[in-house]
Structure formats: structure tokens, C-alpha cells
């Protein structure tokens, strides 16, 4: 399974940003589990947000509703809309699918977030 993310780039504080992670290749499983995750300099990797295959959503604390994660199940697409960005949202953002019944878990290559304040 090979994860392609994009959407992410330079925002000033309040602004928004929207990414997007397909998964793609001949194991892909709509059962899985998708969702996003960042890290930002110095910083292990913590959650954000991560979406059930049946729509049920985890999200990190730190979201406090400015966030929202979705899936197309048919494209085997997740998204994050990311609104009310604030500075302390810099981070790369990794895109996760997690079949976990089958002990198969992938990352994306990371998206740059950077707010600016």
C-alpha cells in the first residue's frame, strides 16, 4: 500500500487548509482504518485525527473542533480540514492507514504545515 498525500503548505494564523491522502495498490482495504498524525521539530509524532472504516472519528485533544476528518471510501481518500490554524499547528503531517487485523500499517510521506502568525 502506498500512501500519497498533498494539500499542505504556508497559512497565515486563522486561515485553513485542506489535505488529502489516497491510498493506492492491490492490497488497499476499505476496512482499514486512515487518518492523520503530525510531528513537529523536536517533537515525537502525536494524533490528530483518525477515521473507522464505519465513519467512527478519534480526534486529539488539541483539535478542539477546528478540524474535521472524512473519507471517500471508493477512492480510498482521506481528508483533514483544518480550520482556525494557530502557529503552534506547524508540523509535518503524515498520512496513516492501519489495517490493524492484519498487522499491516503504512505512513505517507509527510505534508508541510507551516502557520505563520
Known amino acids: 500500500v502506498q500512501l500519497q498525500a498533498s494539500g499542505g503548505g504556508l497559512v497565515q494564523a486563522g486561515g485553513s487548509l485542506r489535505l488529502s491522502c489516497a491510498a493506492k495498490?492491490?492490497?488497499?482495504?476499505?476496512?482499514?482504518?486512515m487518518g492523520w498524525y503530525r510531528q513537529a521539530p523536536g517533537k515525537q509524532r502525536e494524533l490528530v485525527a483518525t477515521?473507522?472504516?464505519?465513519?467512527?472519528?478519534n480526534y486529539a485533544e488539541f483539535v478542539e473542533g477546528r478540524f474535521t476528518v472524512s473519507r471517500d471510501k471508493s477512492k480510498n481518500t482521506v481528508y483533514l480540514q483544518m480550520n482556525s490554524l494557530k502557529p503552534e499547528d506547524t508540523a509535518a503531517y503524515y498520512c496513516n492507514y492501519n489495517a490493524y487485523w492484519a498487522g499491516r500499517e503504512y505512513w505517507g510521506q509527510g505534508t508541510q504545515v507551516t502557520v505563520s502568525s
Open positions: 495498490g492491490r492490497n488497499v482495504a476499505d476496512s482499514a482504518t
Open positions: 477515521m473507522t472504516s464505519s465513519g467512527i472519528t
